[in-house]
């Protein structure tokens, strides 16, 4: 009896092992809310979160989570988008805007239309995602389960061998002799080795998808422990994407402040990217009000502040109002030269300085390429710029092969030219052009706030949006990798102690089938509990480090070369 419930007790800890791998997806599902209020016939109206239809209006108060997805269509609040997105600062919706289920609202009133319900929400993609990637096989799994196909042949094959030893040969009772075969048979049972890749991947990808990286399928996380090189694609992946004013160059005896002031007065009225970086610079200043506001195509803007007429734009637009840019035109050069976009302000034919605005890197990139060099991997950053200006990024992140001068089309190609010389090529894009490159990558990693055809391309998503979580996914996928061997070493060692134990080889000291039964729950449990010593595992992808590394001298590639 106490060696039954040492049997029971080891398929118990197997049982919550099994169990515990599955917490990841259990902590999403409980992220949405039972309940939603909704507008029916003009009144509010509570029902089942699985009961809100598409179109329907839903009520939200502060402090409420997004039972499904949509669009305000009335009024204005700041949401908590962390679960998603890993933000921690909230983010304002307003009218038109689009909201994500399982986020929480928390300030205003809002009433949004449910565009996406039940399966087609991002939280149930999510949570498909991480069960098909814990449903499906590595291929050490595969390795595995041919080991437990040949292992149960050996079993059987052992198993006669020493009957036909014990009974004939050496002329035991047949009592004996069937003990001996039976503890063979149980101890040979091939629980571990079936456990030993399963657990560590379940683990593994719930682990992920707790931090905001989400393994499609388990030959993902096995191909990129393989990878040597990683290309980034430049523009919203190592770059916020979006134009920021990095710098501004006032003429003498005039202000900074001065200089923003009257251009964002003439951009507020614009639409286009660099118009609106300027304006965000300028939240903080008293900009005046402009009149005869004009669009100056390829060129700038115009417009008149108290009668004085301002002109906003580059070298052209200057030249034509003969403007004198002497006395910046070699700061301004140099602006160009280190891959800046140029804007000149001038009022009344006088300059009164230079606004520069380029893409800038994200806060994390340099410390992605940092530890991506530790772990012994190539970056390459894959851009469209011209060499020059991909030179100066490649310089200031440490990147170590520039392919410049690339055409959207041309991005899947060269990532094949990386494979054709022997490399494991990972991908890091965000983009619609990005999806051939993420599907011809050995293993592609999209970038969560980018398009949907590039999530669907890729491999791995990284739904923080952050580079620095390749760092984590390549870390995730080591350990879990380390832990598959341990267990599959553990399983086939466990195995050739026990045959020859149970078989009597070292009669007098013989094993019991209890023992052995004991022993078969025993290799199991302790498989499942190793794969769960994962969780112990930190990701350096939550918290990157802020010291910049050394430079790096960057090859460039240009068109038709290759790294």
Same mark, same amino acid.
Request: proline content about 5%; hydrophobic content about 50%; some cysteine.
């Given at each position: ?33 039972? !309940? ?26 502060? =402090? ?16 908590? &988008? ?68 040949? @292992?149960? @042949? ?5 198993? %006669? ?26 101890? *040979? ?16 990808? =719930? ?13 993902? %996380? ?24 990095? &710098? ?18 003439? &951009? ?6 660099? *118009? ?17 506001? @004009? ?12 009668? *004085? ?15 004198? %840019?002497?006395? %910046? ?31 800038? $890197? ?25 060499? +020059? ?5 490649? +310089? ?19 990532? !094949? ?32 706030? =980018?398009?949907?055809? *590039? ?92 010291? $910049? ?7 460039? @590639? ?6």
């Amino acid at each position: 009896s106490v060696l039954l419930v040492f049997i029971l007790l080891g398929h118990w800890l197997e049982m919550r092992a099994r169990a515990g791998a599955s917490e990841a997806i259990r902590a999403l599902l409980d992220l949405a809310p039972p !309940k939603a209020i909704v507008l029916r016939n003009g009144k509010e109206v509570e029902v089942a979160t699985a009961d809100v239809a598409l179109g329907d209006i839903v009520v939200l108060r502060p =402090g409420n989570k997004l039972p499904v997805d949509g669009q305000v269509i009335e009024g204005e609040s700041t949401i908590d &988008e962390s679960m998603l997105t890993g933000e921690s600062m909230p983010v304002i919706k307003r009218v038109g805007d689009t909201v994500i289920g399982a986020t929480i609202n928390k300030s205003g009133t809002l009433r949004y239309r449910s565009t996406k319900i039940g399966a087609d929400t991002a939280l149930a993609q999510i949570v498909r995602l991480v069960q098909e990637a814990q449903n499906s096989k590595a291929p050490a799994q595969l390795l595995a389960d041919r080991a437990a196909q040949w @292992l149960v @042949l050996a079993a059987i094959v052992v198993g %006669l061998v020493t009957f036909a030893v014990w009974f004939w040969w050496f002329g035991q009772p047949l009592l004996f002799a069937m003990t001996l075969t039976i503890t063979v048979f149980v101890i *040979a049972c091939p629980d571990a080795l079936g456990l030993a890749t399963p657990m560590a991947v379940m683990v593994g990808t =719930g682990l992920g998808a707790a931090n905001g990286i989400l393994f499609k399928n388990a030959a993902a %996380l096995e191909e990129t422990t393989k990878l040597d090189v990683l290309v980034f694609d430049k523009t919203g992946t190592l770059t916020m994407g979006q134009p920021r004013v990095v &710098e501004v160059v006032p003429a003498a005896e005039i202000e900074s402040d001065d200089v923003l002031r009257v251009a964002a007065a003439v &951009e507020r009225g614009s639409d286009h990217p660099l *118009a609106l970086a300027i304006v965000e610079r300028s939240q903080s200043l008293d900009i005046p009000a402009v009149d005869d506001f @004009l669009n100056i195509e390829g060129k700038g803007a115009s417009a008149r502040i108290n009668g *004085a007429q301002i002109f906003l734009g580059n070298r052209r637009l200057m030249d034509e109002q003969v403007v004198d %840019l002497q006395a %910046l035109g070699d700061r301004a050069e140099a602006l160009k030269g280190d891959g800046r976009t140029v804007v000149h302000v001038a009022r009344s034919g006088r300059l009164l300085g230079l606004i520069a605005i380029a893409d800038a $890197p994200r806060p994390t990139a340099v410390a992605t390429i940092s530890k991506l060099h530790e772990k012994g991997i190539r970056v390459a950053m894959l851009t469209g710029d011209n060499a +020059g200006t991909a030179q100066r990024i490649a +310089g200031m992140l440490g990147i170590d092969i520039v392919l410049a001068d690339v055409l959207p089309g041309q991005k899947a190609e060269k990532i !094949k030219q990386l494979q054709q010389e022997g490399f494991k090529v990972g991908m890091v894009g965000d983009g619609v052009n990005d999806a051939p490159a993420l599907t011809q990558a050995d293993v592609g990693f999209s970038i969560g706030a =980018g398009a949907d055809v *590039a999530i669907e391309s890729a491999d791995i998503v990284l739904m923080k949006s952050d580079p620095y979580d390749v760092v984590g996914a390549m870390t995730l996928s080591r350990a879990t990798l380390r832990k598959m061997h341990q267990n599959l070493w553990w399983a086939v060692g466990y195995n050739a102690i026990a045959f020859p134990l149970a078989a009597g080889v070292f009669y007098p000291f013989l094993l019991s089938p209890e023992i052995a039964a004991l022993a078969m729950s025993g290799s199991s449990a302790l498989v499942a509990l190793n794969a769960l010593l994962l969780k112990r595992t930190t990701l350096e992808g939550i918290r990157p480090p802020t010291s $910049p590394p050394g430079k790096r001298e960057p090859l460039t @590639l240009q068109r038709g070369a290759t790294a």
